[in-house]
């Protein structure tokens, strides 16, 4: 694995266990390397302005004292070439994740989640893919549901039904499977396809529906009914 190839990642996180045990398994990962650590929000958001802590990936905690981590991410992401924040989050942070998603956080991810699943959740948003981890994708949908919605063309309104119509059949496979949570290599699988074809074709289906990422393409298929069809769930 060649310098070029690493992700970065930086960590914030207000237990030092929790940041400590989280470099230990990705620093003993052949294409990830942790750039550094912060405690608190404004901590993190001073370091990464720093030319030594730029990075790829953030975990951000969302619950921290001080600068939380929803605001400490809309401040990161309003700045230029901002990295990929994923959110550790527990199941009943219903509100924050979804101040999250509307501080534009790119995947949220469990803080009891086992290795595999960090790894895999660093890489695809190291990717530009959404991960969510499997267990929220129903508590973000009935939260956003339950929310005022981000944009019209982020939630279930008959705007964003209309909407659909733009989609060819090929782009409506490719969203329904998106709101099935499955990457794009499952998506390629599955609808037997290659990978690239796929991104591709993802890509024009945010275009079409306005969507601002893969998070918002999950709420969109799965409060439009898309997910049910037997091809893809079964």
């Known amino acids: 694995m060649t310098p070029q190839h690493l992700i970065r990642i930086f960590l914030v996180d207000d237990q030092e266990l929790v940041r400590t045990g989280f470099a230990m398994i990705l620093d003993a990962t052949p294409d990830l390397r942790v750039v550094g650590s912060a405690g608190d929000g404004q901590s993190a958001l001073d370091a990464l302005r ?3 802590h730029r990075a790829d990936v953030v975990l951000m ?9 929803v605001e400490t991410t809309r401040r ?5 070439d901002p990295p990929r924040v994923v959110m550790l989050t527990t ?14 956080a790119a995947g949220y991810l469990l803080k009891d989640a086992g290795a595999a699943e ?3 959740a660093i890489r695809a948003a ?3 893919e959404a991960p969510v981890a499997p267990r929220l994708v129903r508590r973000l949908i009935d939260s956003f ?4 919605p981000v944009t019209e063309s982020a939630g279930h309104s008959p705007a964003a039904a209309s909407r659909l119509e733009r989609l060819t059949t090929r782009e409506r496979e490719i969203l329904a499977s998106v709101g099935l949570g499955l990457t794009n290599a499952e998506i390629a699988a599955r609808l037997q396809l290659a990978e690239s074809t796929v991104k591709t074709h993802l890509g024009s289906v945010l275009r079409k529906l306005e969507l601002r990422d893969r998070v918002q393409a999950v709420i969109l ?6 997910t049910g069809d037997s091809r893809l769930t079964g």
């Open 126 to 128: 190291a990717a530009g």
């Open 76 to 80: 990161l992401l309003a700045t230029p």
């Open 145 to 148: 549901v339950l929310a005022p």
């Open 61 to 69: 905690d969302v619950r921290m004292p001080g600068l939380d981590g």
């Open 221 to 226: 298929a799965q409060t439009q009914g898309l």
């Open 91 to 104: 199941f009943d942070d219903d509100e924050l994740l979804i101040a999250a998603l509307r501080a534009g």
């Open 118 to 120: 960090l790894l895999a």
């Open 50 to 52: 720093r030319p030594e």
